[in-house]
């Protein structure tokens, strides 16, 4: 798996994992940051991307399975994973 979306996924997990409070604030903004950059490279919307991944977030198996994942990207836009 590309690191950068790996590092995208894993800071999303991070955060959703997190109790509410600053812990959390600080994991969502850090998530936003991989977001921005990530979606700028994938030359789609932040939007589009984290809805993306709000969506398919529950069917990923975190941490052990992530690394075998596999993008799958339609005209430049994140659409989901290939097991």
Known sequence: MNPELEALLKSY???KQAPEGT???RLYGFFQEKL???AQ???TSKETLQNAIQ?????????????STNPI???GTFVSFNR
Do not use: I, Q, T
Request: charged share 30%; aromatic share 14%; no cysteine.
């Open 13 to 15: 997990d991070s955060f």
């Open 23 to 25: 812990e959390a604030n």
């Open 36 to 38: 921005e950059g990530a």
């Open 41 to 43: 490279k994938a030359r």
């Open 55 to 67: 969506k398919l977030h529950p069917r990923w198996d975190f941490p052990s399975n992530l690394a």
């Open 73 to 75: 990207v339609f005209n």
